[in-house]
C-alpha cells in the first residue's frame, strides 16, 4: 500500500514499501512550502517495510500541497529511492469550539469579494474595501471595467481548479466543448 495522495490534518497514516528490502534503514521526509516538516522511519519484516505518521505529528501539518523523498541506506550509503507530493486537508473533526471553517478556494474566496465589490459600485459606491470589513485594502475611484476584467480571470481559475478536481476524481479527461447557438 503506497503512501496516499490526500491526508487529513490530524488523522494517523500508515503505508508499506516493497522496494529495497536489503536496505538497513529506510526513511521518508516531508516538506510543505513552509519551514515544516516531518520524518517517518520505517521498519523491516518479511521483506515489507511498514511506515507510520503518528496522528499528533499529523496534526501540525499546514493545509496545502506537501512533498516527500524516501531514502534508504545501505552500508551506510544513503540512496533516494521515490518522490512525490500529497495534499494536506484540513481536519473536520469537531474540537468542541464553535468555529467557522470556509473550505472554499482561495479564487472562490477571491471572486465572492470581487462580486461583491462590483455590486457595491453599482449600488452607487464611490469606494469598495478588498479584505476584511477592518482591514484589508480601501480603494477609492473604483474602476467597474477592471473589476469586471478581474472577476472573469478569477472564473476561468476556478474553471481550470474544477477542471483539475474533476481529473484526479476520476471524472472526465479535462477535455471540454463548449457551442453557443445564436
Do not use: C, H
Not at 105 to 128: K, N, P, W
Request: charge should be positive.
Amino acid at each position: 500500500m503506497a503512501l496516499p495522495t490526500q491526508i487529513y490534518a490530524g488523522d494517523a497514516v500508515t503505508w508499506t514499501d516493497e522496494l529495497v528490502p536489503s536496505a538497513s534503514s529506510y526513511v521518508y521526509y516531508f516538506r510543505t512550502n513552509a519551514a515544516s516538516g516531518a520524518t517517518a522511519s520505517g521498519t523491516l519484516s518479511g521483506g515489507i517495510w511498514s511506515f507510520t505518521l503518528p496522528a499528533n505529528v499529523t496534526t501540525n501539518f499546514t493545509p496545502g500541497q506537501w512533498f516527500y523523498q524516501a531514502v534508504s541506506s545501505t552500508a551506510g550509503l544513503p540512496v533516494t529511492q521515490r518522490t512525490g507530493g500529497f495534499e494536506v486537508l484540513r481536519s473536520l473533526a469537531y474540537a468542541g469550539s464553535a468555529t467557522a471553517i470556509d473550505l472554499r478556494s482561495q479564487a472562490e474566496i477571491d471572486l465572492a469579494t470581487v462580486e461583491e465589490a462590483i455590486r457595491t459600485l453599482v449600488g452607487g459606491a464611490q469606494e469598495y474595501r478588498i479584505g476584511t470589513p477592518t482591514g484589508g485594502r480601501l480603494v477609492k475611484r473604483a474602476d467597474l471595467a477592471q473589476l469586471i476584467a478581474w472577476r472573469d480571470r478569477l472564473k476561468a481559475d476556478l474553471t481550470r481548479e474544477r477542471i483539475a478536481q474533476n481529473i484526479a476524481n476520476g471524472k472526465g479527461d479535462g477535455r471540454q466543448l463548449f457551442v453557443r447557438f445564436t
